[in-house]
T-cell receptor
Framework: KAGVTQTPRYLIKTRGQQVTLSCSPI?????VSWYQQTPGQGLQFLFE???????NKGNFPGRFSGRQFSNSRSEMNVSTLELGDSALYLC?????????????FGQGTRLTVV | AQSVTQPDIHITVSEGASLELRCNYS??????LFWYVQSPGQGLQLLLK??????LVQGIKGFEAEFKRSQSSFNLRKPSVHWSDAAEYFC????????????FGSGTQLTVLP
């Protein structure tokens, strides 16, 4: 079974631009979550999507948004990039209809804002 | 709100020595607990999880963890460390509800001496 796939692996953007990151979950998984990892703040939850609906959202500004498609693939978008948005963005998928499931992470997208 | 504390930022052990990484959590009900490992520039790999039942759980790569409700702890152990275990280790907690948001500790960086 293929794992969680995130594209691209690396991105360099200029301050003020916008960026879209993509995540393909494990086949059959309907929940996709996004996390931001920085040296200063550690791993922070951005949002979770389940069956195309945002189920939970972390404490991030509205510049951070996401969506999920009918095939469970998810994208997150960051508009008006700031230098502080430089981070490793991780996507996690979890599956099954039960509550008790674990999350599997992708390799991440390393975003650098210059 | 749930929280996780990993008191040790950095631990150094010699190859072949035993290892214990500490994790304390704060959560009102029975939590779901996880340990993940991250190599440089990579995503997170699940080592083990606790949902319910036996408080001593076995994971991959020879790791185990013990859930102690009275101490709100979920410490990770390995009897004999290998050089390839050098990485950063994260403890995480998730609510027992339907939301799959993970709250992570700040991580423990493990260095293994030859």
């Amino acid at each position: 079974k293929a794992g969680v796939t995130q594209t691209p692996r690396y991105l360099i953007k200029t301050r003020g631009q916008q960026v879209t990151l993509s995540c393909s979950p494990i086949s059959g998984h309907r929940s996709v979550s996004w996390y931001q990892q920085t040296p200063g703040q550690g791993l922070q939850f951005l949002f979770e999507y389940f069956s195309e609906t945002q189920r939970n959202k972390g404490n991030f500004p509205g510049r951070f948004s996401g969506r999920q498609f009918s095939n469970s693939r998810s994208e997150m978008n960051v508009s008006t990039l700031e230098l502080g948005d430089s981070a490793l963005y991780l996507c996690a998928s979890s599956g099954g209809t039960g509550v008790v499931t674990e999350a599997f992470f992708g390799q991440g997208t390393r975003l650098t804002v210059v | 709100a749930q929280s996780v504390t990993q008191p040790d930022i950095h631990i150094t052990v010699s190859e072949g020595a035993s290892l214990e990484l500490r994790c304390n959590y704060s959560y009102g009900a029975t939590p779901y607990l996880f340990w993940y490992v991250q190599s440089p520039g990579q995503g997170l790999q699940l080592l083990l999880k606790y949902f319910s039942g036996d408080t001593l759980v076995q994971g991959i790569k020879g790791f185990e963890a013990e859930f102690k409700r009275s101490q709100s702890s979920f410490n990770l152990r390995k009897p004999s460390v290998h050089w390839s275990d050098a990485a950063e280790y994260f403890c995480a907690v998730r609510s027992s509800g339907s939301a799959r948001q993970l709250t992570f500790g700040s991580g423990t960086q493990l260095t293994v001496l030859p």
